[in-house]
């Protein structure tokens, strides 16, 4: 029997046992016809059985999965078979290995004959697990079901059991994000951790030399000095991108909340939104194919020395335009929150409109325009793929927006890509970038976060 | 001008009718504010139906009326606060000092100045005090020196009877003061700049009994030196307060006349019914 058809007959005992147990508790209300002497609705009563015969099949299932291979091994190797198989763990362990996913059907020849004499004992085994493992969570769902059918009664507590259940299902559903964002963590931690045992951190977040290929020597060798690629991160993610979003983000925003017409801005906020959603591997190559060369051919013919196709402006510029839409509509979330009443009393003081704009509504929105602004900033430079394809390799200091800077996720990018070893600092160094930046925009966000919630309390 | 004199001249009764001129009696100083078969438009629905009203520089003139009756509708019609709400349609005739308001020539920035609006609910600007007062002077430019703009936040607040409790912290936020202060705070910044009309949109219907008495002594001190409309749905605060009365309901002018004639003798019997509590 495969494991679909056994979950599907679980959950067809439970719907039957959901059935019973509603029959036997829309008997009680003819019994029982004071009121509130019957506790629970039928349906709760129903939903009680249920989860009684569902509920720990089910589980016990889960512990069953990771608990059977290990006996099924062990009555592999209990079998006359075994007796032939060599004593060195490790060719052991293959050989054990092979037979297995022969008799699961995942492999088809073995390359080893001894494997081959160890497919039947497998498979002897693992029918006869599986076999036991099904009935006992049948007999497990029966169980459930019929202990809890019997315990039904007019005064049990079903509606809060369930509403409990409910409540704690929910719990669960919230806590696996939180917990992946906890584990996430934990590795990068553990990574860096062995990154840093090799390469001093005080070297690397001050060092200003990043050529992470000549290393290969002794512990404290430098080459991983990444002070470069923060300052590149920066200087394209948070320069040069801002100055281009923040104006036309701002503008469009109060464009779009104070003078358009309803009907434009109906047609104009979609469109600007839109942008939010093109895939940032189109802005990539946007960037490089076309932003990249126009600005360089631009430079030189001005003169511009170390122009370089592929530029930190084109990659920030280009940043820039993908986070407009982002800070518009944060800031037009924070015009639009400033009660009409001061807009109003501005008005009615003879202001003109871009008084008022520039005099009360800006001010009274700036929190949550600079709320928005930091969410933006910790956006762009955790971007990653604009930069792989537009900003360069070379790990430049300058702050020529025409000469070519690397990032912190270009390098990522750089590090991982291809064949390598999990143990060479040049690595590990990916983590402990990959630390840095996460620290950086978890504490960009929550700043953020905490300013327009204060913000928001301020006019609600 | 003639309609303007004729209304003076011939009316004796200080009760009116739908669209005829209202009464201004002797001793009610100059006409500051006319209107006249005034109709507002939301989109296709009509909220006020041919209203005329004046409005006279010594008196204190209040529109009283239930919920959705206008009243708050056509005190915007006053100051064209109602541009601002792009559906609304004026219609009719106001004028201020003989100047038609609707003109195309004008100037809708000049007309706020000389006829200052303060709101239901207190609206300080997220600044400090001194700004808060000095924000309409310095848009204006009225005031050419510091020492003028001082002077001006410190008349402004004295008439408003605040500057005795904020003259030490003009910097602190203006938001930070209570609801009745922030209201004393809203007229001390119309007054700034020197209106010569201030429009009273329920302006105590946010605050406790304590801050509305404060309020209304202020209106009393402000009589005469400024025309003064108010709208209200306090019944007793327009006894209070005011010398004229209009009672407005579902959008049409009811009865226009003297206060006390209208809450101890009304001529029409909606008016009668609604100061009686009858409903409203």
Redesign the interface.
Same mark, same amino acid.
């Given at each position: 029997m495969t494991g679909s058809i056994l979950f599907l007959l679980i959950i067809v005992l439970g719907g039957i046992s959901w059935f019973f147990g509603r029959v036997k508790a829309s008997r009680f209300s003819i019994t029982h016809t004071k009121r509130g002497a019957v506790h629970s609705l039928p349906n709760y009563h129903g939903w009680y059985v249920a989860l009684w015969a569902v509920g720990p099949a089910l589980l016990f299932l889960v512990v069953w999965n990771f608990a059977s291979p290990a006996l099924i091994t062990d009555a592999a190797l209990a079998s006359p078979a075994a007796e032939q198989l060599p004593q060195d763990a490790f060719a052991k362990g293959s050989i054990l290995a092979e037979a297995r996913s022969i008799a699961s059907g995942q492999q088809v020849r073995a390359f080893n004959p001894l494997s081959q004499s160890m497919v039947e004992p497998y498979k002897t085994a693992i029918s006869y697990y599986q076999t036991l493992g099904a009935i006992a969570a049948i007999l497990l769902a029966f169980a459930g079901g019929v202990y809890s059918w019997l315990r039904l009664k007019p005064e049990l507590r079903a509606r809060t059991k369930i509403e409990r259940i409910t409540m704690m299902a929910l719990l669960l559903a919230s806590l696996i994000a939180t917990i992946t964002t906890v584990g996430i963590f934990a590795s990068l931690i553990f990574e860096s951790a062995r990154f840093f045992s090799m390469v001093s951190p005080i070297d690397f977040l001050f060092g200003t030399e990043w050529n992470p290929k000549a290393v290969a020597g002794p512990r404290g060798e430098t080459g991983f000095g990444a002070i470069p690629l923060f300052w590149g991160t920066v200087f394209i993610g948070a320069i040069i991108a801002m100055i281009v979003a923040i104006p036309l983000g701002l503008m469009s925003a109060i464009y779009l909340t104070q003078y358009a017409a309803p009907r434009f801005r109906a047609w104009m906020k979609p469109i600007l939104e839109v942008l939010a959603g093109v895939p940032t591997v189109v802005y990539g190559y946007f960037a490089a194919l076309t932003v990249a060369p126009a600005l360089r051919d631009f430079a030189v013919s001005i003169g511009i020395s170390g122009a370089s196709s592929e530029s930190a402006l084109a990659a920030g510029v280009v940043m820039g335009i993908m986070i407009i839409p982002f800070v518009s509509s944060m800031a037009d979330d924070s015009i639009a929150a400033v009660p009409s009443a001061m807009r109003d009393g501005s008005l009615a003081m003879g202001a003109t409109k871009s008084e008022t704009i520039k005099k009360v509504l800006i001010p009274a929105a700036l929190p949550g325009v600079v709320g928005g602004v930091l969410l933006a900033v910790s956006r762009a430079i955790g971007e990653t793929m604009i930069v792989v394809m537009a900003a360069g390799l070379a790990a430049n200091m300058t702050a020529n927006p025409f000469s070519s800077v690397t990032t912190v996720t270009t390098q990522i990018v750089q590090l991982l890509t291809g064949d390598q070893e999990f143990d060479s600092p040049k690595t590990l160094a990916a983590f402990a970038l990959g630390l840095v930046l996460f620290i950086v925009t978890l504490l960009l966000n929550l700043i953020a976060l905490r300013v327009v919630k204060k913000y928001r309390e301020a006019y609600e | 001008m003639t309609e303007l004199l004729d209304s003076t001249s011939s009316s004796e009764s200080s009760t009116m009718t739908e669209s005829s001129a209202p009464a201004i009696s002797a001793g009610d100083g100059p006409l500051k504010m006319t209107t006249r078969n005034v109709d507002v438009f939301y989109g296709d629905k009509q909220a006020i139906n041919d209203v005329s009203i004046d409005v006279t520089m010594d008196n204190v003139t209040a529109f009283i009326g239930p919920s959705g009756c206008g009243k708050s509708t056509f005190l915007r019609c006053l *100051?064209r606060?109602n541009d601002?709400i @792009?559906i609304a349609k004026v219609t009719g005739d106001i004028t201020l000092e003989g100047e038609d308001i609707y003109a195309p020539k004008m100037d809708?920035?000049?007309?706020?100045?000389r006829v200052?609006?303060v $709101?239901q #609910?207190p *609206? @300080? $600007?997220? #600044?400090s005090i001194y700004d808060n007062i000095a924000?309409?002077p310095r848009?204006?430019g009225l005031a050419s020196t510091k020492e003028d703009l001082d002077n001006i936040v410190e008349t402004s607040l004295q008439r408003a009877g605040l500057w005795g409790e904020v003259q030490d912290r003009l910097q602190d936020s203006g938001t930070a003061l209570s609801g009745g202060q922030q209201q004393r705070l809203?007229i001390a910044?119309?007054i700034a700049?020197d209106p010569e009309v201030i429009l009273m949109d329920e302006p105590c219907s946010a605050l406790d009994p304590i801050a509305t008495a404060k309020i209304e002594e202020l209106i009393h001190e402000l009589r005469g030196k400024y025309a003064i409309v108010i709208v209200t749905h306090n019944m007793q605060q327009a006894a209070r307060v005011s010398q004229r009365t209009a009672f407005f309901h579902l959008g049409t002018l009811v009865e226009y006349g003297v206060t006390s004639d209208i809450f101890t003798n009304p001529t029409e019997e909606k008016t009668r019914d609604y100061i009686t509590g009858r409903y409203g």
């Open positions: - | *100051n606060m601002t @792009p809708v920035v000049q007309l706020r100045a200052g609006m $709101f #609910k *609206n @300080p $600007f997220p #600044k924000y309409g848009i204006h809203c910044r119309a700049v």
